[in-house]
């Protein structure tokens, strides 16, 4: 199968913690390759250490051994310091609740992140905010805080603020997981959207609907990763047919 | 128990405020008990060791009595009057004190009168340790040619034991040294803001120099005389200015030449430091306990939005509203108990510590002891107003219900704000910091409020400071009754006609008038009175200066005294003559405490019906450029020393009301410090922990801990900025009213002060600069908060 160049890679990736006098091992030793244009999703029965795995990818957690490169660079330890320019250029993050700074409008949200962005003037993050939030369907809210949104809105704005400085990856822990069906489905055609447009995405997820959304699925189980299925990019009709075939693949690894 | 543990449980988790409060109660308790210490003790003691001593409700001390017994006798009969007692003293208008460890030997002039009594081990007065710490119980007998002084003397003219003591009796002739053996605490005269001084000698060197005065004749520079003490019967309603005037119309007391001081005017101007300092003591305390009030709200509201979870959890489990307020109220009880348990036994030890640095300067060894009952009072008066101020503010835990806080708890909900700004991507740091204080400006006020008040007492601390001047000038200008640069009493023309035209040729004189220094009966109360030929230079407060013959002007204080004010009639009194005179203004002069008055020239001399020698006055000069005054002193004393007496306005007590005050305010600013650290600490960890999820996704997104620290900081600094504002503001319309009342007491009845741009904003700036940098210091936290923060496993 022909592969698009690697962007992210894990050697021995590891994380434990000190559990009752012992060690619990939730990463163990993994290596994994993450490839440019993939939405990639992470699945797995829970607590199989999928958003330890995501958090230690992306520099958010430290690993414990191991080491993560991302664009051949290591990253895994970094300090904050030098950690900060891949946080504001390379990576954006969508969590599971949109955590949008409270006292910040959503417009503000997503502008504070460009304005990080040293390459960026700030008429052209004002301008760029505005797109985002236009194209992500919460224009209207923009100058509403947090508080005064929806949780559908809340996290459209908050994928807006992990698209701002056009990131070499996003990383999204169960995005949908604090939304309602209608929110899901817009959420998700969203993060489709832009992977579409070229936009890599690493994903955690448990929910079906959402891991059909994936180019690749890694299969998550006591801290290894046991499986993978490429898939072919997402289209709205194959919806059904791609479920069953997640639905299988999950089986086959006893999900 | 039930309650034990949750106490436990809260203590620990509110490590921070818990200290926080602690160390509030412990300086507050510090501040309070040394204040109440310094005030009942040193007042009770100076009572006690004047009436110990044998002074008497008035005490007049008067030289050549003709018929010392039968005046006695005479006062002694009066009605009004318990018993008159006499002592013995020689009066000394110059003295010089050798200081022996310096190679020169160099004089310090004496800088007023200096009074000789005889000392014996029955005469009651205590004798210090050699290092001032305490009574000497076995202190030695003196030998002839010793002297006790007054530990005044080490702070006035540097003396040490071993040091001299010169005086003497004919123009001339012969001088006496007396070597200093100790000194001893002098209750009458022992303050170094006096300028009285009292020595202790045997009685073969008084009666020796006695026997000598009496030989000098006329030409005695010194004179024998009595210190005749007077008490008024104890039964006996009548008022000290009553009995005095019936002294005038039964006893020729009055007439003779002399002065006295009432028992409660000796007290005052022993007690004048002390009741400075314990009047900004008592200020401070109070602005402490609104500071402590205000931290104290601040920690109740942060700890029940904290804990607003677990109180639901807590009720739901069947802990009732009084229950958890109970809790409340017993930590905060623990936390003012813990810091005022150890405050009482330092506070005796700071009494004691201020004792020790002010002896030299108070004269006396205020005991260190605390008042049992004035203190639990005051310490139960903090208890209430602390605990009823906890009950009253932990009021809302009632509201708190299980279901809402299950139901996620009080978490903040941001309503946009009017004072919202547009966030830039310049100057990043200051938007954020501006937006994170609107969006909880409730957080802040205490801070702001801190501010405002510790800007407010630092000002008044600056304000007095300056007023005081850097050299003590302005302070000696309030206690002069009118301007001048120096003072000169000649003893011949000639001298006056070539020390003038050095003067002119040094500094130019700009002005020139005649002074005398007297004492005079205001509706028969004696008063001080000043007498010069240039009354425009009196500093008016009121109405307008005496310019006319039968004119004169009064302080505040003796106005309020007397009942009297402008435009009022008073019989005025000098020797054995009486006569009306109107009351053109008020002004001020602190001499003599602010019981004094000041008539011109002619208004003085109608009294006499001979001519008043003009050399018995001094020549009061102002100059044009006095930066050159003390070389041009130090000229005059070189050449001029056997004929004119100089006065360069400045006074006794300057050098050591200066040094006090240093300490007043080194003290305020570390109290001041001190509070800052805690204001910050405690609001800053609440409002930390409170926004460690909006750190977290800050970090998130790609912020350092340095930015968001300094965002953290400006936020503090702007509150104190605007508190600041506002305690520029306090500080300018309550500064000067609130000093008035303290000063008071040592007679500014007009506390003025001018304040350059610096020293207005120099408070402020201090202040704020704290809080940023405390702020900033305590936002290092920050750096612990990781984004894994945001991560729901």
């Not at chain 2, 009297?564 to 001499?591: A, H, M, P, R």
Request: with cysteine; net charge negative.
């Amino acid at each position: 199968m022909n592969r698009n160049k690697v962007i992210m890679k894990a050697t021995g990736l590891c994380k434990s913690f000190a559990n009752n006098g012992g060690q619990n091992h939730v990463l163990n030793m993994i290596d994994l390759e993450i490839y440019d244009g993939d939405f990639t999703v992470i699945m797995g029965s829970s607590g199989a250490g999928k958003s330890t795995l995501l958090y230690a990818l992306s520099g958010m957690d430290k690993p414990t051994g191991g080491e993560v490169r991302y664009k051949d660079a290591v990253i895994s330890s970094l300090k904050e310091k030098k950690m900060a320019p891949y946080r504001i250029r390379e990576f954006g993050f969508v969590f599971q609740q949109a955590h949008l700074v409270s006292n910040l409008t959503l417009f503000e949200n997503v502008a504070v992140t460009g304005y990080l962005d040293r390459q960026m003037r700030e008429k052209e993050v004002r301008e760029r905010a505005k797109m985002l939030l236009e194209s992500m369907n919460v224009e209207d809210a923009a100058d509403r805080l947090p508080s005064q949104v929806s949780g559908g809105e809340a996290q459209r704005a908050a994928i807006a603020r992990a698209m701002m400085n056009t990131p070499g990856m996003i990383f999204a822990d169960e995005p949908t997981g604090a939304l309602n069906k209608k929110n899901t489905q817009e959420v998700l055609d969203i993060l489709t959207r832009i992977n579409e447009n070229g936009q890599n995405i690493l994903m955690v997820t448990h929910d079906i609907k959402a891991a059909i959304r994936a180019t690749r699925l890694l299969y998550l189980e006591d801290g290894r990763v046991t499986g993978e299925m490429p898939m072919a990019p997402y289209r709205s009709e194959d919806a059904k047919s791609r479920e069953k075939q997640v639905n299988a693949w999950l089986s086959s690894m006893e999900w | 128990m039930k309650y034990v543990t949750l106490l436990k449980a809260n203590i620990k988790s509110q490590k921070s405020s818990f200290i926080g409060i602690l160390t509030l109660v412990f300086i507050i308790t510090i501040s309070m008990l040394a204040v109440i210490s310094l005030w009942m003790n040193a007042n009770a003691y100076e009572n006690e060791q004047i009436d110990r001593l044998g002074y008497g409700d008035i005490t007049y001390w008067i030289s050549e009595i003709p018929d010392r017994d039968s005046l006695l006798t005479q006062i002694g009969n009066m009605e009004e009057v318990e018993k008159a007692t006499a002592e013995d003293v020689l009066f000394f208008d110059e003295y010089h004190i050798y200081n022996s460890a310096d190679a020169e030997n160099k004089a310090h002039s004496g800088k007023d009168v200096l009074h000789m009594h005889v000392w014996t081990k029955e005469s009651g007065y205590y004798i210090y340790h050699d290092n001032l710490t305490g009574i000497n119980e076995d202190a030695e007998e003196l030998a002839d040619g010793e002297v006790y002084v007054s530990p005044a003397f080490a702070s006035l003219y540097e003396a040490h034991i071993g040091d001299e003591v010169e005086v003497g009796i004919e123009e001339g002739k012969e001088t006496f040294r007396y070597t200093i053996k100790g000194f001893y605490e002098d209750p009458v005269a022992g303050s170094a803001l006096m300028g009285m001084k009292r020595v202790l000698l045997t009685e073969n060197d008084i009666r020796r120099l006695e026997e000598m005065i009496h030989a000098a004749g006329e030409n005695a520079l010194a004179e024998v005389g009595s210190a005749i003490h007077l008490y008024k019967k104890t039964d006996s309603g009548v008022k000290l200015t009553d009995l005095q005037e019936a002294l005038g119309k039964k006893t020729n007391l009055l007439q003779m030449s002399g002065f006295s001081y009432s028992k409660s005017t000796i007290t005052g101007f022993m007690l004048i430091l002390q009741n400075i300092f314990s009047g900004f003591l008592i200020v401070f305390v109070l602005v402490l306990m609104i500071v402590a009030l205000l931290i104290v709200g601040h920690s109740i509201s942060s700890s029940i939005e904290q804990d607003y979870v677990d109180m639901g959890i807590l009720k739901a489990l069947g802990y009732t509203r009084t229950d958890l307020r109970v809790v409340q109220s017993l930590q905060y009880l623990t936390a003012v108990l813990g810091g005022m348990l150890p405050g009482i036994p330092i506070s005796a030890a700071v009494v004691k510590g201020i004792d020790k640095v002010t002896v030299t300067v108070v004269g006396i060894l205020i005991p260190a002891n605390l008042p049992v009952g004035a203190s639990l009072l005051s310490l139960g008066i903090i208890i209430a107003v602390i605990m009823g101020f906890v009950f009253f503010k932990t009021a809302k835990i009632g509201r708190i219900t299980p279901i809402r806080a299950i139901r996620g708890g009080a978490e903040d909900v941001y309503f946009k704000s009017r004072m919202t700004a547009q966030i830039h991507k310049t100057n990043l740091s200051f938007f954020l910091a501006y937006r994170q204080l609107v969006s909880g400006k409730k957080q802040y006020i205490s801070a702001c409020f801190v501010t405002a008040l510790l800007v407010f007492f630092f000002s008044l601390t600056v304000r007095l400071d300056a007023w005081i001047g850097p050299d003590g000038k302005g302070l000696m200008d309030s206690f002069a009754c009118a301007r001048y640069d120096l003072g000169i009493c000649y003893e011949e023309k000639d001298i006056r006609r070539e020390v003038e035209a050095l003067l002119e040729e040094r500094g130019h004189i700009t002005a020139s008038y005649q002074y005398k220094l007297s004492r005079g009966f205001l509706n028969r109360k004696e008063y001080l009175m000043n007498v010069i030929s240039a009354p425009e230079y009196y500093n008016i407060l009121e109405g307008r200066t005496c310019i006319y013959e039968n004119e004169l002007v009064l302080t505040q204080l003796a106005a309020d005294e007397l009942g009297i004010g402008i435009g009022d009639d008073v019989k005025l009194g000098i020797g054995d003559k009486e006569k009306e005179f109107i009351i053109s203004g008020i002004y001020q002069c602190t001499n003599d405490m602010g019981s004094n008055f000041g008539v011109t020239k002619e208004g003085y001399e109608s009294f006499y019906d001979e001519e008043i020698d003009e050399f018995s006055y001094y020549m009061f000069y102002l100059l044009a450029d006095p930066s050159g005054l003390d070389e041009l002193k130090e000229a005059l004393m070189d050449t001029y020393a056997e004929q004119l007496i100089l006065d360069d306005s400045s006074w006794s007590g300057a050098d050591a009301i200066l040094t006090v005050i240093s300490i007043l305010m080194i003290f305020m600013f570390g109290i001041i410090v001190i509070f800052i650290l805690v204001t910050v600490s405690l609001t800053g960890s609440k409002i930390l922990y409170k926004e460690q999820h909006d750190l977290g996704i800050y970090k998130a997104i790609g912020f350092v801990s340095g930015k968001l620290r300094l965002a953290f900081a400006l936020r503090f600094g702007m509150v104190s900025a605007a508190g600041s504002a506002l305690g520029i503001v306090l500080s300018a319309y309550l500064t000067d009213p609130l000093a008035n009342v303290i000063l008071r007491v040592c007679g500014v009845s007009h506390f003025s002060s001018e304040l350059s741009m610096f020293r207005m904003f120099m408070p402020a700036v201090v202040v704020t600069v704290l809080f940023l940098v405390f702020a900033y210091l305590a936002a290092g936290r920050v750096k612990k908060v990781e984004p894994g923060i945001l991560i729901v496993e």
